[in-house]
């Protein structure tokens, strides 16, 4: 589903992203976990297309990540959520079942909206949302066209505790769709319950890339006791 080869990028001399290589089977969770500044959040820019690789190869579905076949496949939720100041919440919607060619959107598109507890919010304009609420508005966006593919970058910052809860059980719904899902974040517990499998970054290599209970065993004799965090914190420490 996501092939990613030698992908590198820099800011003058300096490495952000630092020759990484990884890939995504169909529907498996891959929680991307690491320190700030790790490279989480570029790697993700440059594998949905918002910053230029510096050098490396990304493929969604077979097809190069820039071309208009990969961006059918995937929906991006940026860490900052962004909506149109002057779209209503419900306008989002129809703008994103326009562009996807959603058919019959608008009964998947009041679900969304009834989940994330938008229904009294529908008429109001972006600009006056609060940052959690465009970020339940962001999310509803990204779910609508129903892609194979979905990147969430930090999903949990500025939601509600009932609104973690109901995104943490989209993850599982989702999963069982057979969809494919990689979360950047560094709030471990939101992770720990879903993911199939752990990418921990460090200074913008891949230190980790195995499932919990090998990277535990991995990080201490036997890995009895250790829990993700712990995990964590022992692969990312300095030396």
Same mark, same amino acid.
């Given at each position: 589903m996501l092939t990613v080869t030698n992908l590198t990028k820099k800011y003058g001399k300096q490495n952000a992203v630092d020759d990484i290589s990884f890939h995504l089977d169909g529907g498996e969770v891959v929680g991307l %976990?690491?320190?700030?500044?790790?490279? =989480? /959040?570029?790697?993700?820019?440059?594998?949905?297309?918002?910053? *230029?690789?510096t050098t490396g190869e990304i493929t969604i579905g077979g097809f190069d990540h820039l071309s208009v076949e990969a961006k059918r496949f995937f929906s991006y939720i940026p860490e900052t959520p962004y909506v149109y100041d002057l779209l209503t919440v419900w306008e989002h919607m129809?703008?994103?079942?326009?562009?996807?060619?959603?058919?019959?959107?608008?009964?998947?598109?009041?679900?969304?909206?009834? %989940?994330?507890?938008?229904?009294?919010? =529908? /008429?109001?304009?972006?600009?006056?949302?609060?940052?959690?609420? *465009?970020q339940k508005v962001s999310i509803c966006c990204a779910l609508l066209p129903d892609p194979q593919l979905l990147f969430f970058d930090e999903p949990m910052i500025g939601l509600d505790p009932k609104a973690i809860k109901?995104?943490?059980?989209?993850?599982?719904?989702?999963?069982?769709?057979?969809?494919?899902?990689?979360?950047?974040?560094?709030?471990?517990?939101?992770?720990e319950s879903i993911a199939d499998r752990i990418m921990i970054m460090k200074d913008g290599q891949i230190i980790g890339n195995d499932s919990i209970e090998n990277l535990k065993q991995q990080a201490a004799a036997g890995g009895e006791g250790l829990s993700l965090e712990d995990l964590f914190l022992e692969l990312t420490k300095d030396e």
């Open positions: %976990l690491g320190p700030n500044g790790a490279g =989480k /959040s570029t790697t993700m820019k440059c594998i949905v297309g918002l910053l *230029r690789k129809q703008f994103v079942a326009q562009a996807y060619g959603v058919k019959d959107w608008k009964e998947k598109a009041s679900q969304l909206i009834e %989940l994330y507890e938008l229904e009294d919010k =529908k /008429s109001k304009l972006g600009r006056d949302l609060s940052k959690g609420m *465009r109901n995104t943490k059980q989209v993850f599982k719904n989702l999963k069982e769709a057979g969809k494919t899902i990689l979360v950047s974040t560094h709030l471990i517990d939101s992770v």
